[in-house]
């Protein structure tokens, strides 16, 4: 119990200190581009226009809300946070077992990542309904909407205007990306301590770190456009300036949204915070003007 509530009070801590970042980056995944681009020089020395990035993102929050606006769908995503990490702990508990394959090896590696995969969809499915409810929050700053206010007020505004299927917009691409980012990830540790690092280097200080770094790189790069489809699709033609053109078009399902942003080549936008290159001849809906 003791580590439990533990697990929560760390997991909530670190949901505080994030939440302005992953704030900032649903606006830009939504296309909300509120200051104008600015001629900058990329790592070759080039001049390109860049887009603002994350530092003067949030001086634009906080110049129109204050620094509380910068947490904006803070309470549901809490009130999500603390959900999933009971409902994953209760399901590996329940999915424990003795083993007797021999640890290290392949058939361990895919029974351990079977049971973490059924543990965190659990959690997934279960929270899926307030990250819902946290992105609405969120991408109300676009707009100036006040529709979603409270957690218990949105729960009923969503089951009111959408049904129960409204709490779970979203929720396919999000479940492929988390599955298929803890194949890769375990997997490719796997690959790492079996053929990439020899034996000699087995007690190397900062190999955990090496491994944590590589495997996480390489997940994220592969799985982000599921994370912005199922962000897109979470707020898409909800009610909210931000779900509707010029923002985003609306989209039957996610497949037609993975496919307009693919053949925009907008699959990886809110990808980097930092260095953000404007696309050439690109329309963005604040400024209305077109830069080159």
């Known amino acids: 119990m003791a580590d439990m509530c533990g697990q929560v009070l760390l997991g909530s801590g670190l949901t505080v200190l994030s939440h302005p970042l992953m704030y900032i980056k649903v606006l830009i995944q939504v296309g909300h581009e509120p200051l ?41 995503r809490l009130c999500a ?13 329940v999915l424990s077992s003795q083993s007797k394959d021999v640890e290290g090896s392949l058939q361990h590696v895919v029974n351990e990542t079977t049971k973490e995969m059924i543990a965190r969809s659990c959690a997934t499915i279960v929270t899926h309904p307030f990250h819902v409810i946290t992105l609405r929050c969120m991408v109300q700053f676009i707009g100036r909407e006040a529709k979603y206010s409270g957690v218990f007020d949105s729960i009923c505004t969503v089951y009111r205007e959408e049904g129960i299927l409204g709490f779970f917009a979203g929720l396919i691409p999000r479940l492929l990306g988390d599955v298929l980012s803890l194949w890769i990830c375990n997997l490719l ?47 898409n033609n909800c009610g909210l300036a931000g779900g509707l053109p010029p923002y985003a078009s609306v989209y039957p399902t996610w497949v037609d949204c993975w496919r307009h942003l693919s053949k925009e080549g907008n699959m990886s936008r809110g990808n980097s915070l930092f260095f953000r290159k404007l696309p050439a001849g690109k329309m963005y809906a604040i400024e209305q003007k077109r830069f080159f």
């Open 189 to 235: 540790a796997h690959l790492i301590n079996t053929y990439a690092i020899d034996d000699s280097v087995g007690h190397f200080k900062y190999r955990p770190v090496l491994q944590a770094s590589l495997k996480t790189f390489f997940a994220s790069m592969l799985t982000y456009p599921f994370v912005l489809v199922s962000n897109l699709m979470a707020v």
């Open 81 to 93: 946070g603390t959900i999933g990490t009971l409902v994953h702990s209760q399901v590996l508990q």
């Open 36 to 76: 104008a681009p600015t001629l900058g020089r990329n790592l070759f020395g080039r001049q390109v226009y860049q887009l603002p990035g994350l530092f003067a993102y949030a001086k634009h929050i906080v110049k129109i809300d204050g620094k509380v606006g910068l947490f904006k769908g803070l309470g549901p």
